[in-house]
């Protein structure tokens, strides 16, 4: 048995925890905020049988990870600002940190 | 030392609380939600030292096993429904998943 | 890699959030309470190469120890009880729980 716990934006947050239940993971979500990161993001404490950890992972790395996405221009854009901000803009979204930690029990009552 | 984490539902979380000050055992509440279950869940965490590890894991299984409880009826019982909907209705609730993890330092400041 | 959980009053989070960014330290924050202390308290998720693991430990150490602190006096003092309940009040703040636990895979997606 190990506990997984993966810190991921809320973004992504849903997603995951709908694929999490298709796939008979079961997670439990905290919310969190992060350091670094401005936006909130959820932390998933995930049990997983030694077995299953690839699986979770790749799972987590297909749903969550960090990639580039244009960003919708604001409504009101100052004509004025054209030349200085170009649209769309590249943004990082998404992104997962985890960690697999070792269990000694495991307990369902 | 050992980290013991468990996730039980809401409706078993305030009565675990007090069971834990009684018996002078510290635990953390964490506000989550869980994959399966629908309803809210309470994750504590719990800083105990090895001796006491069963001791907490009983005050857990005692106070949040899963079990069957009678349900009351929805207050406005459409009478035509009394054929196909008998009452009480016996449902399952509380349950807790816990792991015990290893600690390899412990410092309070 | 080492994951550090450190549990710490609301009032001392914030000031711990921003030393943990100046040093480059990172850290998720999740909202918690506590089953002895009454107030608030914060708890912290760090991710940190073994040889970090003193300097996060003396960060918390510094920022969130125990501590006493003089109380305000309320606004509105009876003047009859100033016998019974001198001001100021030395009351005790702060105190952090620190779990330095083992991880056995660390990954960033
Ligand atoms: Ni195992
Ligand atoms: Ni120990
Ligand atoms: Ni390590």
Redesign the interface.
């Known amino acids: ?3 997984i ?1 993966a ?1 991921v934006q809320d973004k992504d947050s849903n997603r995951l ?1 709908n694929v ?2 298709d796939a008979n ?12 990161l401005k936006s909130g ?1 959820t ?1 998933f ?1 995930i ?1 997983i049988e030694d077995e299953r ?1 690839d699986e979770v ?1 790749q799972i ?2 297909e749903t ?3 990639r580039e996405q244009f960003m919708a221009p604001p409504v009101n854009l100052d004509v004025s600002m054209d030349a200085q901000v170009p649209f769309p803009l590249e943004v990082q979204v998404g ?15």
Request: hydrophobic content about 45%; overall charge positive; charged content about 10%.
């Open positions: 048995m190990k506990l716990t810190i925890s999490f239940i993971v079961r997670a439990t979500k905290l919310s969190s905020t992060g350091g670094f993001n932390t404490l049990g950890v992972l987590i790395k969550s990870s960090s992104g997962a940190t985890v960690f697999v930690l070792p269990v000694e029990q495991f307990h369902q009552f």
